[in-house]
């Protein structure tokens, strides 16, 4: 009977315990999401007290209401061009990844290849995008493959770096192993070497996701597009020589949403890949 109570006594806890954890899941989570918006919304609400309390002018510093406006007003000129700009980002960024992914195996392979390649990767991660971009409009058949370049070219080391470093991070004990067991050296690398380097791959992913966003708007400045076909970064300058403000600051928004959401995709993209077995995206079990 006492051991019959002590049980119930113990399942009791352990239950309690459970409840506890589960609502301070709920909890965090929860929290996860207000406090970003709290902070986003005390944000806007300062800007808006630092306009109305000095009494600025909006056209020399629009408020939040102005620029929520131009988003509207202006949409059949900015919407246009964030979708021009979102492509050369993410077609930038898809040929970074097959093309850093392939060279990194390629480079994990051969020794010598590594040797060989390396001064050119290095060259093109320590030159500034904004030097090489008039070579680019010069060489490149139309203006939107010349952004495109300049934006796989600062999206691909990211890449490259990144996978190199995790596919020679194998733990030795398990190369030893598929050794042992007699697997070549293509076995190894599509069944060990691949999936170990998947944590530094989605990490090399979120930088170069951002990245490839940063180099597509400077391509866009540097190259001066316009047109029907220009991107949000013409239509940046375009809203400045025009001192329009509120435009100007609409655009501006719309990048950094942009960017938010490129990172958030990246991110769940990560967590899909990751949270089933490895510890940087699975929960502590004590």
């Known amino acids: 009977m006492a051991d019959t109570t002590l049980a119930s006594s113990e399942k009791g806890t352990d239950s309690a315990v459970s409840v506890l954890h589960a609502g301070m899941s709920s909890r965090e989570k929860a929290l996860q999401i207000l406090v970003p918006l709290l902070a986003l919304a005390a944000g806007i609400g300062l800007w808006q007290w630092i306009i109305v309390a000095n009494e600025i002018p909006k056209y020399i510093l629009p408020g939040p209401g102005d620029a929520a406006v131009a988003l509207f007003t202006d949409s059949g000129t900015l919407w246009p061009a964030l979708l021009v700009t ?9 040929v970074a990844l097959i093309g850093g992914v392939t060279i990194a195996i390629i480079i994990v392979q051969s020794k010598w290849l590594e040797l060989a390649l390396f001064p050119f990767t290095v060259i093109l991660q320590v030159t500034p995008i904004i030097a090489i971009a008039p070579l680019i409009l010069i060489y490149a058949p139309d203006t939107q493959s ?6 796989f070219l600062v999206a691909f080391f990211p890449i490259l770096s990144n996978m190199v470093q995790g596919l020679k991070s194998v733990d030795h004990n398990l190369l030893n192993l598929f050794e042992l067991y007699g697997a070549n050296s293509w076995q190894t690398l599509l069944f060990l070497k691949i999936p170990a380097s998947m944590p530094y791959f989605m990490a090399g992913l979120r ?3 951002g990245l490839s966003l940063i180099a597509a708007v400077v391509a866009e400045f540097a190259a001066g597009s316009a047109g029907q076909g220009a991107g949000l970064a013409f239509r940046l300058l375009e809203s400045q ?15 950094c949403g942009t960017g938010i959401a490129i990172y958030g995709l990246t991110s769940f993209i990560s967590w899909l890949t990751l949270h089933r077995w490895h510890e940087s995206a699975m929960k502590r079990e004590n």
């Open 241 to 255: 020589y025009r001192l329009n403000l509120p435009r100007l600051f609409a655009a501006l928004i719309m990048l």
């Open 146 to 151: 010349a952004l495109m370049i300049c934006a």
């Open 86 to 94: 979102v492509r050369i980002t993410f077609m930038a960024l898809a």
């Open 207 to 209: 930088i170069a996701g």
